[in-house]
């Protein structure tokens, strides 16, 4: 009888672990490998962040940094995750997908090796690619990087954060607003540029905001330091025009948080800076055309903010998991 009592007791601690084990791991859809960071934070950080929420938001069961055993797909993000930890839970039936932007060594203007490293990761895990731009693609082909399965999606926001709701009016009685946002204080990122609108700019028709890191110190653009995303968009709807220098952008995310929020671009044409802006703004090849193109932006305000035009989060997700293979 003792024996029976142990082996029933025994038994019962097989079936609950067995149930522990079920429900951590029952309904898993999809996992994303990729080391979050709290806002704010990088383009990478903001995009994945606002789709995790979508997904989650639709019901589906999201990971992150593991694939249990009914996990369908695994979206892993260019290189900025453990890549020995996908190796470790790695296994046949579960899609890999992986996301990528660069190349890198056209944004950095150097080669560190990265752009390789990306590659090596996407022909070893990947079953499919998604890239963030044609510009992202056909610079990654022109030095020789193909990648599995290749399909283009641009990334979009958090709709409940950048969107228009409380803008100001715009109104050409007063001074015009510009501003201009950065995370990195790389020199590509454009403060050279606003260094040249600064002491360019006709101060009396206009005054300028940056916000986030710079290289540069400016005397009379008002800077602020990095700020979580809803402050960022408050900030973003208090102002009329978003001047973005930003050179060999993959998709920037900064540029998208700012058309979102309903603010007309006046960007440099480099990268895939037109393809995202399309009719919502006025490009530039040299600082030169910039006092005239400001002037058509304010001339044609409204005719330009009309013509904005971007993906919404969901029709993002939807591709998203169209190629990830997964119904909702």
Not at 274 to 279: D, L, N, Q, W, Y
């Amino acid at each position: 009888m003792k024996y029976k009592a142990l082996l029933r007791q025994y038994y019962q601690y097989l079936n609950t672990l067995a149930a522990l084990v079920t429900s951590q791991y029952q309904r898993a859809n999809i996992s994303i490998f990729h080391e979050f960071r709290p806002s704010p934070g990088g383009g990478g950080h903001q995009f994945l962040r606002a789709l995790r929420n979508e997904f989650i938001r639709r019901g589906l069961k999201v990971e992150n940094n593991r694939i249990s055993p009914t996990t369908q797909a695994c979206l892993f993000n260019s290189y900025n995750f453990n890549i020995e930890r996908l190796q470790k839970f790695q296994r046949l039936g579960c899609r890999m997908v992986h996301r990528i932007d660069g190349p890198m060594s056209v944004y950095r203007g150097r080669d560190d090796g990265s752009d390789r490293r990306i590659w090596l990761i996407n022909q070893e895990f990947a079953d499919v690619t998604i890239l963030q731009s044609r510009y992202s693609l056909e610079q990654n082909r022109e030095l020789g990087f193909e990648f599995k399965s290749p399909f283009v999606v641009i990334n979009a926001v958090d709709p409940n954060i950048f969107n228009k709701l409380g803008r100001i009016l715009f109104d050409r009685k007063r001074k015009i607003r510009l501003i201009s946002t950065s995370w990195s204080d790389n020199p590509n990122k454009g403060a050279p540029i606003y260094k040249w609108i600064e002491e360019h700019l006709d101060w009396d028709q206009y005054e300028y905001t940056f916000v986030g890191r710079t290289p540069i110190k400016f005397t009379r653009i008002q800077v602020i330091p990095p700020v979580p995303s809803k402050q960022l968009a408050g900030l973003l709807r208090q102002h009329d025009i978003y001047v973005f220098a930003s050179k060999h952008e993959a998709c920037s995310n900064a540029l998208i948080e700012s058309l979102s929020c309903g603010l007309p671009s006046l960007f440099i044409y480099s990268g895939a800076n037109a393809e995202i802006v399309g009719e919502g703004g006025l490009g530039f090849m040299s600082e030169d055309e910039i006092p005239n193109l400001l002037n058509q932006l304010v001339t044609r305000y409204e005719y330009y903010q009309s013509k904005i035009n971007l993906p919404k989060l969901v029709e993002i997700a939807d591709r998203y998991l169209s190629i990830i293979g997964i119904r909702t």
